[in-house]
């Protein structure tokens, strides 16, 4: 929760001290310039964030347990990074909650469906604060009435049991955003953190695309192998979204997407949304990180998790912390490679590490004060801020009306669909 200026000032000196006080004050007031010049922007064009994991910590807090009003959104949470007050401060005026399912959850249609219900269950418990997002013009409605507007995400096509059906009872119920899958390989999509089985997608992965574009939900790509997010591309209908991942090019974690698939956003008209996961942050973690990974960058193989990052800080030194500054390397590169049209924020605040200056989500203004100083425009922000997001929400709504019109349902499950 450290409010630290990023700006340290210069060490005090007796030899000059009106020239340190001066350099000082000037570097303080740049810093102050640049952050006031960010509240302003996200005031204007409040933060939509692409990913943040609350209502999974809302599940597995010791005590709430899953019960939104125990858990008391309303006051601040140190040893967590997300609820109300530092949602205001951090300028939120948008939000895809993750409605996760492990995949190795017993019961994984069950599980996603009691994440959706806990999502409905903040918006019931705070209708003062947030405002039931279902379109991209809920947007606009909740700014003006001070609201954040509330999406809801799927991450985790486990909870479909190989099926379609539940794609529309998950619309139904209001999401409006899919990540295709998680950290592991699942029968009709490769994940990018297991082994390929799907040549990316299969036959019933495409139907799942397909149906996600009649419905007009946004298919996300965060977490999907390389393979996947080419084959996903060149059949969609409507926009994508990676809700969460970074540029591998600066970080080689798999979990980020290549430059190939970037410039591919511009065509298909989709975005990229920066996560503040370390690990796919920066470079240095992920190559201290790599000992205790398995090919695909997932944690951990040892069955002592903790005496194995022992022996990797005994042999390597303490592990590298990501920063705020690396954040805006990754949004520079991802600007970059996919243009600003299609670059947005995505933190994955999931109540565990962040990186340093990016602590919870009340530090999103810095991170924009630190893009202000590298001499991105307002306009640019803005779009990094939400309009990029709210076009690509939009288009997909336009492109699944205009389905509907002429697509009956997809049906069936995994089996009816032979062939890959
Ligand atoms: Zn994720």
């Given at each position: 929760?450290?409010?630290?200026?990023?700006?340290?000032?210069?060490?005090?000196?007796?030899?000059?001290?009106?020239?340190?006080?001066?350099?000082?004050?000037?570097?303080?007031?740049?810093?102050?310039?640049?952050?006031?010049?960010?509240?302003?922007?996200?005031?204007?064009?409040?933060?939509?964030?692409?990913?943040?994991?609350?209502?999974?910590?809302?599940?597995?807090?010791?005590?709430?347990?899953?019960?939104?009003?125990?858990?008391?959104?309303?006051?601040?949470?140190?040893?967590?990074?997300?609820?109300?007050?530092?949602?205001?401060?951090?300028?939120?005026?948008?939000?895809f909650w993750a409605a996760?399912q492990?995949?190795?959850?017993?019961?994984?249609a069950?599980?996603a469906l009691e994440q959706i219900d806990?999502i409905r269950?903040?918006e019931?418990?705070?209708?003062?604060?947030?405002?039931p997002a279902r379109r991209a013009s809920d947007?606009?409605?909740?700014?003006?009435?001070?609201?954040?507007?509330s999406f809801i995400a799927v991450e985790g096509g486990?909870g479909l049991e190989?099926s379609l059906g539940p794609l529309r009872i998950w619309h139904a119920a209001g999401v409006r955003l899919m990540t295709l899958?998680?950290?592991?390989?699942?029968?009709?999509?490769?994940?990018?953190?297991?082994?390929?089985?799907?040549?990316?997608?299969?036959?019933?992965?495409?139907a799942v695309i397909s149906e996600l574009n009649r419905l007009g939900i946004v298919i996300d790509?965060?977490?999907?192998?390389?393979?996947?997010?080419?084959?996903?591309?060149?059949?969609t209908e409507a926009p994508v979204a990676?809700s969460?991942?970074?540029?591998?090019?600066?970080?080689?974690?798999?979990?980020?997407?290549?430059?190939?698939?970037?410039?591919?956003?511009?065509?298909?008209?989709?975005?990229?949304?920066?996560?503040?996961?370390?690990?796919?942050?920066?470079?240095?973690?992920?190559?201290?990180?790599?000992?205790?990974?398995?090919?695909?960058?997932?944690?951990?193989?040892?069955?002592?998790?903790?005496?194995?990052?022992?022996?990797?800080?005994?042999?390597?030194?303490?592990?590298?912390?990501?920063?705020?500054?690396?954040?805006?390397?990754?949004?520079?590169?991802?600007?970059?490679?996919?243009?600003?049209?299609?670059?947005?924020?995505?933190?994955?605040?999931?109540?565990?590490?962040?990186?340093?200056?990016?602590?919870?989500?009340?530090?999103?203004?810095?991170?924009?004060?630190?893009?202000?100083?590298?001499?991105?425009?307002?306009?640019?922000?803005?779009?990094?801020?939400?309009?990029?997001?709210?076009?690509v929400l939009r288009k997909v709504e336009k492109v699944g009306k205009s389905l509907r019109k002429?697509k009956a349902p997809a049906i069936g499950?995994?089996?009816?669909?032979?062939?890959?």
């Amino acid at each position: 929760m450290a409010k630290a200026s990023r700006v340290s000032s210069p060490s005090p000196s007796t030899e000059r001290p009106d020239l340190n006080d001066e350099t000082a004050s000037r570097s303080a007031a740049r810093s102050d310039n640049a952050l006031a010049a960010a509240r302003a922007i996200l005031k204007r064009a409040p933060l939509f964030d692409g990913h943040n994991d609350l209502p999974w910590v809302i599940r597995i807090d010791k005590t709430a347990r899953g019960d939104v009003v125990a858990y008391g959104l309303d006051h601040v949470h140190k040893s967590a990074d997300t609820d109300i007050p530092r949602l205001r401060e951090g300028m939120v005026g948008a939000q895809f909650w993750a409605a996760f399912q492990p995949t190795k959850a017993s019961h994984p249609a069950v599980t996603a469906l009691e994440q959706i219900d806990l999502i409905r269950r903040i918006e019931e418990a705070h209708p003062q604060v947030f405002l039931p997002a279902r379109r991209a013009s809920d947007y606009a409605r909740a700014k003006a009435l001070g609201k954040i507007a509330s999406f809801i995400a799927v991450e985790g096509g486990v909870g479909l049991e190989n099926s379609l059906g539940p794609l529309r009872i998950w619309h139904a119920a209001g999401v409006r955003l899919m990540t295709l899958c998680h950290n592991e390989t699942l029968d009709w999509v490769d994940s990018a953190t297991d082994a390929p089985r799907n040549g990316g997608i299969n036959a019933f992965g495409r139907a799942v695309i397909s149906e996600l574009n009649r419905l007009g939900i946004v298919i996300d790509l965060a977490h999907v192998s390389h393979e996947a997010m080419r084959r996903v591309v060149d059949v969609t209908e409507a926009p994508v979204a990676l809700s969460h991942s970074n540029a591998y090019s600066l970080c080689d974690h798999p979990r980020n997407a290549p430059d190939d698939v970037l410039g591919r956003l511009k065509e298909n008209g989709g975005l990229v949304m920066a996560t503040f996961v370390p690990g796919f942050v920066s470079q240095p973690l992920r190559d201290w990180l790599r000992g205790s990974r398995d090919a695909y960058g997932k944690a951990p193989l040892a069955a002592d998790p903790k005496a194995q990052f022992a022996e990797i800080e005994a042999k390597h030194g303490t592990a590298p912390k990501a920063s705020l500054e690396q954040v805006a390397d990754h949004i520079e590169r991802l600007v970059e490679a996919a243009g600003v049209d299609h670059v947005g924020v995505g933190s994955d605040y999931f109540g565990g590490a962040s990186p340093v200056g990016l602590e919870d989500v009340s530090r999103f203004p810095h991170l924009f004060a630190e893009l202000v100083r590298r001499g991105f425009s307002d306009r640019d922000l803005e779009k990094i801020s939400s309009s990029n997001a709210l076009r690509v929400l939009r288009k997909v709504e336009k492109v699944g009306k205009s389905l509907r019109k002429t697509k009956a349902p997809a049906i069936g499950r995994l089996e009816d669909y032979p062939g890959g």
